[in-house]
């Protein structure tokens, strides 16, 4: 399909001038990075905004900056960017493993983290990855500056702590430290494939007991969701054959997965399970 209406595109130079774009507006999904979700929605028969601003290629929405405990990647930083990274290879393995799998090559070089995380969609391939890092959101309006943790970010299917003026700027995510990442995707296919299940992990082990523990998994509910139970089991715990096998259960107990047209809920409670499972033997 084609899009038939007109939408008056902006490109702002700044992002003080992409700012006093966004004061004017009420309603969000005026924001337009690096479209690779957005175009197609709006391709696909989807409402179409009379107006949007293109974010695309900030410069101070670009950077990643280390610091002594977190790195602070730019909401316009593309997934093929994450996937080169050496400080994100190194301190956040798990989101370059997501950023890795989304689409193409090409969708790589032109999808930005913040364009992932705004999306909102249940099957966003970086959210878990995010969400066990326990990092958060930097907001920003003409007003000023704000910060949400990423475990409040999601509120629902397809929505997000974000007012109409304001843009997402950058994310601040904790270093893994000597905590292991892992990241695991289940699709219809090996790439290019919208997610069934997928799990992201960071977990700590002293001495052979879990100290610190964070599970997240993605396209299960409306919103990716942390398994606070199954952190909670973990934690003070020797990691032994019979602990792996209680955590793979408490999560398909307490999963409430959805059932739509990629997968039924039958097997995302099973394979829930089973990614739990693959983090902690992996460990």
Request: proline content about 5%; overall charge positive; aromatic content about 4%.
């Amino acid at each position: 399909m084609k899009i038939t209406e007109t939408i008056d595109i902006r490109f702002p130079k700044t992002l003080a001038e992409a700012l006093r774009l966004q004061a004017g507006e009420k309603t969000r999904g005026q924001l337009l990075a690096g479209g690779t979700d957005l175009m197609v929605q709006w391709a696909s028969g989807a409402p179409t905004p009379e107006r949007a601003t293109s974010i695309w290629n900030l410069p101070e929405l670009d950077a990643i900056e280390i610091f002594d405990d977190f790195i602070e990647v730019g909401a316009g930083v593309t997934h093929a960017f994450l996937r080169d990274a050496a400080p994100i290879h190194r301190h956040l393995p798990a989101l370059v493993a997501a950023a890795a799998t989304i689409g193409a090559a090409q969708i790589q070089a032109r999808g930005t983290l913040g364009g992932n995380a705004a999306n909102a969609s249940p099957a966003g391939d970086t959210a878990p990855a995010l969400l066990v890092s326990g990092g958060s959101v930097l907001l920003a309006s003409r007003s000023g500056t704000r910060t949400v943790p990423l475990d409040r970010f999601w509120t629902a299917y397809r929505r997000i702590d974000a007012q109409p003026d304001e843009i997402i700027v950058a994310f601040r995510l904790p270093r893994k430290g000597s905590a292991r990442e892992r990241f695991r995707k289940i699709g219809t296919r090996r790439a290019q494939a919208i997610s069934k299940v997928m799990a992201a992990s960071r977990i700590r082990i002293v001495k052979g007991r879990v100290t610190s523990a964070a599970i997240a998994l993605g396209s299960i509910a409306p919103t990716p969701v942390r398994l606070s139970a199954v952190e909670s089991l973990l934690v003070g715990q020797k990691l032994t054959p019979a602990l792996i096998d209680e955590a793979e259960q408490l999560a398909q107990a307490t999963v409430q997965p959805i059932d739509d047209i990629r997968s039924s809920a039958d097997y995302r409670r099973w394979a829930s399970g089973r990614l739990v499972r693959d983090a902690l033997e992996n460990l």
